[in-house]
C-alpha cells in the first residue's frame, strides 16, 4: 500500500521550531519529487518547499526562505521540514506530497502547526 505519513506537528510559541516528518511506504521513494505543502484555514492549499529525487536541489516559497529547511533520506524513505521562527501565520495543516516524473502523484493525510502564544 503506497503511503505517506506526516508527523512532528503541535503547537509552539511564535519565534519557535518544529521539525515535521514524512515517512513513505510502498513505493520508490528515491524515484520521487517530495514536496511540503501547507493549507490554513479559509485559504488555499500552497507549496511550501521542494526537494528533488537525491536531494540536490530544494526550492522554497518566498515566505518561507531562510525560515525552513526540506532535506531528506532516502535509506529511511523519509522526508523531513524543519521550521524555525514560526510566525502566527504559519499555523496550517502541512502535508507532504510524492510525485514522479511518470505523474505518480501521492499525498498523505496532513499535520496541524498551530502558532500561538
Known amino acids: 500500500q503506497r503511503q505517506l505519513v506526516e508527523s512532528g506537528g503541535g503547537l509552539v510559541q511564535p519565534g519557535g521550531s518544529l521539525r515535521l516528518s514524512c515517512a513513505a511506504s510502498g513505493f520508490t521513494f528515491a524515484m520521487y519529487t517530495m514536496r511540503w505543502y501547507r493549507q490554513a484555514p479559509g485559504k488555499e492549499r500552497e507549496v511550501v518547499a521542494v526537494?528533488?529525487?537525491?536531494?540536490?536541489?530544494?526550492n522554497y516559497a518566498d515566505s518561507m526562505k531562510g525560515r525552513f529547511t526540506i532535506s531528506r533520506d532516502n535509506a529511511k524513505n523519509t522526508v523531513y521540514l524543519q521550521m524555525n521562527s514560526l510566525k502566527h501565520e504559519d499555523t496550517a495543516v502541512y502535508y507532504c506530497?510524492?510525485?514522479?516524473?511518470?505523474?505518480?502523484?501521492?499525498w498523505g493525510k496532513g499535520t496541524m502547526v498551530t502558532v500561538s502564544s
Open positions: 506530497n510524492a510525485l514522479s516524473r511518470a505523474g505518480l502523484d501521492y
Open positions: 526537494i528533488t529525487e537525491v536531494g540536490d536541489s530544494t
